[in-house]
């Protein structure tokens, strides 16, 4: 295994220091992470021949995510995560102004994922420990402040990556607020279950347990409907690989010859930790698997890369290098009084659990 070296993270940034955290499970299973933007940079699995592999991607240093055109690798996306429609919402007969730095606006109009420098561009507060079941654990906590990126109120929040003993991670997220405000977050790691970022993940089976998805315009804004895609290119209630339906079309979530950026409605939520979403590469025999709580999980192909960004071992992140599956709640959700709140108020708790499993198969 070739591990990120603490010397490549090791800076200060507006006054805090920037660190590197190394997790190992009893199976010789590595997770490491960084307390800038409380990102998870890598995981090093073994396929079916016992190749050991990092399946996600990312940067050897911390300029590389500095500096990347992709700006959310593994990163912690919030205060809310998706688009906030116009970059304005009205919480309790207030109406906010947010940020506007999503560049599908034309020209910038939307907010996104926090804004310009919302949750993934923050150091975070960050310490080891194991908890009782002897595994290691990472927490980052971070306040962001009334006012910031346009958000009312104080919010404290903390995130713990777990490394379980059955080669998982599990996020346990949670936070607190001092005034009401609107709350979620997700995730935002790319994998590649080949291990080899120079092949693309056209040819990962994917299974999401999801008959319906969050409408979107062509600039990925929830219209306020849920629709059914049963039956449709965006179906994958039962395995097929990303690229066997590439080329069809679907209005806001699949473009054609590029991939998909799909806001899915999970079957049968009801807020316990469910199965959400499988994914297979079949010449490495490895396996993810991906539980939540949340009834959301957007799946993107990173059909975005250009080969701008270089990552780990040279190699060049093209259209494809890597997917997403973030489970969140739904986008766009203050602006639709018919999608679950995202609102928390002071004394409440916001909460969200997910976990990634890898496997063999």
Avoid at 50 to 72: H, I, S, T
Avoid at 196 to 224: A, Q, W, Y
Avoid at 280 to 285: A, R, S, V
Avoid at 306 to 320: E, I, P
């Amino acid at each position: 295994m070739e591990l990120l070296k603490e010397e490549n993270f090791r800076r200060s940034i507006k006054g805090s220091e920037v660190k590197l955290f190394t997790l190992q499970n009893k199976h010789g299973c590595v997770a490491q992470f960084t307390n800038y933007g409380a990102r998870w940079l890598s995981m090093w699995t073994p396929d079916k021949n016992n190749r050991w592999a990092d399946v996600v991607l990312g940067f050897e240093n911390l300029d590389g995510y500095l500096d990347a055109k992709e700006k959310y690798y593994s990163a912690i996306v919030g205060r809310v995560c998706g688009r906030i429609n116009k970059g304005t919402f009205e919480l309790e007969g207030v109406k906010y102004e947010l940020t506007k730095n999503d560049i599908f606006g034309n020209p910038l109009k939307n907010h996104l994922h926090g804004g310009f420098d919302g949750f993934s561009f923050q150091v975070w507060d960050g310490a080891t420990l194991v908890n009782n079941r002897g595994e290691e654990v990472v927490a980052f906590k971070y306040l962001s402040k009334d006012g910031e990126e346009g958000y009312p109120g104080n919010i404290e929040v903390t995130v713990m990556y777990t490394l379980g003993n059955d080669n998982s991670i599990r996020i346990n997220y949670s936070a607190h607020a001092d005034k009401a405000t609107i709350v979620n977050l997700t995730n935002h790691a790319y994998f590649n279950l080949h291990g080899d970022m120079n092949k693309n993940v056209l040819d990962h089976f994917v299974c999401i347990r999801s008959e319906n998805s969050v409408e979107c315009d062509d600039e990925l804004i929830p219209t306020g409907n849920i629709i059914s895609i049963k039956d449709t290119a965006l179906d994958f209630t039962r395995p097929l690989t990303i690229g066997s339906r590439i080329d069809e079309s679907f209005p806001g979530q699949l473009f054609p010859g590029k991939g998909y950026v799909v806001s899915y409605v999970l079957n049968n939520y009801d807020s316990a930790l469910q199965l959400a979403a499988t994914v297979e590469e079949k010449e490495t025999g490895r396996m993810m698997e991906v539980y939540t709580d949340q009834q959301g999980i957007q799946f993107y192909n990173a059909w975005l890369f250009d080969g701008t960004d270089v990552g780990k071992g040279g190699q060049r992140y093209l259209s494809s290098s890597g997917l997403a599956l973030e489970a969140q709640g739904f986008p766009d959700a203050p602006n639709h009084y018919q999608f679950p709140s995202i609102e928390i108020l002071p004394g409440e708790e916001y909460k969200q659990t997910t976990v990634y499993r890898f496997l063999i198969r």
